[in-house]
């Protein structure tokens, strides 16, 4: 029953983000797919069970879960008792989550598991063709060609094959600036901020008419792609998915602007795909930069603040993605430690409350004073 060999990894492949690796690995015994993290350390490991490579056995004991092996599963979780064959490596492949925190594992053309996003939560680990019945580490896949799992990866399939054909970037990118610039004019600055990594990114800067004095600082791409972990809280993941994020800010002296605010952007724009973490309205960042402008407040932290329709924002709430789900604008809000912490223990609804009273709903302004 303990006929472990040393653990071998079939196959290993990164994200296409860089953020996750995931491996297959075969330890005579059993065979699972595990994903690990390259930088996040809040990122625990997670994994799923994909087949025994030996004869199921009737039963399991409290002994064999302590053992530190993986662990197999038993003749009535299984759909087959007999033991796996061992795997050509030349016939595995990998189809990730549009995120990049999730993944299937295809064998010879055929879907053999599924390691979801939401694989962890709550001690479950993810799907497997040969589970039969929900056990300890797989529950049953189920029909491998059609249904909720098999369209999930097909909608990735189909979108990692339009990320890949040519020119895409450079339409994503046009469709972004082309939106941008209808509200608040041609853009007069642009810098690329992916450092030459997936997903392409890049920050624009406006200095609209109608705000004379302000600078717009945009990202662009990054609603090009799902945020991750967003579906783990709402269930209309995809309508809060894609973002673009904005820092407005009054200025006197454009130098002293740049110098912090696009590399500031530049810092946490790639954050999501990297953490596997998403940015949402009322969500806090701690920054980075300092603002050479400010004259009361020394700023900590960045408050982030959806623009909404009601009076006061942009109109910046028409903007689809390439399949035709909603992107949403957030702004960047610079506050103090004091008020990050109001933030976090009262709630952010009352603090943009208080920070509306001084002015505007979206801009920063470096000589305020505090708004609690």
């Known amino acids: 029953m303990n006929q472990t060999a040393e653990?071998?990894?079939?196959?290993?492949?990164?994200?296409?983000?860089?953020?996750?690796t995931a491996f297959l690995e075969d330890?005579?015994?059993?065979?699972?797919?595990?994903?690990?993290?390259?930088?996040?350390?809040?990122?625990?490991?997670?994994?799923?069970?994909?087949c025994?490579?030996?004869?199921?056995?009737?039963?399991?004991?409290?002994?064999?879960?302590?053992?530190?092996?993986?662990?197999?599963?038993?003749?009535?979780?299984?759909?087959?008792?007999?033991?796996?064959?061992?795997f050509d490596t030349n016939e595995i492949h990998f189809i990730w989550s549009e995120e990049g925190n999730g993944l299937a594992l295809f064998y010879k053309e055929e879907l053999y598991a599924y390691l979801p996003p939401w694989s962890g939560v709550k001690d479950f680990h993810g799907y497997s063709k040969f589970a039969k019945a929900d056990a300890i580490t797989a529950y049953p896949l189920g029909n491998t060609e059609f249904g909720i799992i098999p369209d999930r990866i097909n909608q990735?399939?189909?979108?990692?094959?339009?990320?890949?054909?040519?020119?895409?970037w450079k339409n994503i990118q046009?469709?972004?600036?082309?939106?941008?610039?209808?509200?608040?004019?041609?853009?007069?600055?642009?810098?690329?901020?992916?450092?030459?990594?997936?997903?392409?990114?890049?920050?624009?800067?406006?200095?609209?008419?109608?705000?004379?004095?302000?600078?717009?600082?945009?990202?662009?791409?990054?609603?090009?792609?799902?945020?991750?972990?967003?579906e783990l809280y709402r269930k209309d993941y995809e309508n809060y998915a894609?973002?673009?994020?904005?820092?407005?800010?009054?200025?006197?002296?454009?130098?002293?602007?740049?110098?912090?605010?696009?590399?500031?952007?530049?810092?946490?724009?790639?954050?999501?795909?990297?953490?596997?973490?998403?940015?949402?309205?009322?969500?806090?960042?701690?920054?980075?930069?300092?603002?050479?402008?400010?004259?009361?407040?020394?700023?900590?932290?960045?408050?982030?603040r959806q623009i909404g329709e009601e009076e006061g924002f942009p109109k910046l709430n028409g903007l689809k993605s390439e399949r035709e789900k909603p992107i949403r604008f957030i702004s960047l809000i610079p506050i103090s430690e004091e008020e990050r912490v109001f933030v976090q223990e009262r709630n952010a609804e009352e603090f943009f409350s208080l920070f509306d009273k001084q002015g505007s709903k979206w801009i920063h302004n470096p000589e305020r004073q505090s708004a609690i």
């Open 156 to 168: 990735d399939r189909t979108f990692w094959e339009f990320r890949s054909n040519k020119g895409i």
């Open 7 to 20: 653990p071998k990894i079939l196959y290993q492949e990164a994200n296409p983000y860089g953020s996750l």
């Open 27 to 50: 330890d005579g015994r059993t065979v699972y797919l595990y994903l690990q993290a390259e930088e996040s350390p809040d990122f625990a490991i997670k994994s799923v069970w994909v």
């Open 52 to 86: 025994n490579r030996i004869d199921a056995p009737k039963t399991r004991t409290d002994l064999d879960l302590r053992s530190g092996l993986a662990p197999y599963l038993i003749e009535a979780e299984v759909t087959d008792p007999q033991g796996h064959p061992e």
């Open 174 to 230: 046009e469709s972004r600036l082309s939106y941008l610039e209808s509200v608040f004019g041609k853009h007069d600055k642009y810098w690329s901020a992916d450092g030459g990594k997936y997903p392409q990114l890049g920050i624009a800067r406006f200095a609209p008419k109608d705000l004379p004095g302000v600078y717009v600082y945009t990202t662009v791409g990054m609603s090009a792609q799902n945020q991750p972990s967003v």
């Open 242 to 304: 894609r973002v673009e994020l904005m820092l407005a800010t009054k200025v006197s002296d454009e130098d002293r602007s740049e110098s912090w605010v696009q590399h500031q952007i530049g810092e946490i724009i790639r954050y999501p795909w990297t953490m596997s973490k998403w940015f949402g309205h009322g969500h806090t960042i701690s920054m980075n930069r300092r603002d050479p402008e400010a004259l009361y407040l020394t700023f900590t932290s960045l408050a982030l």
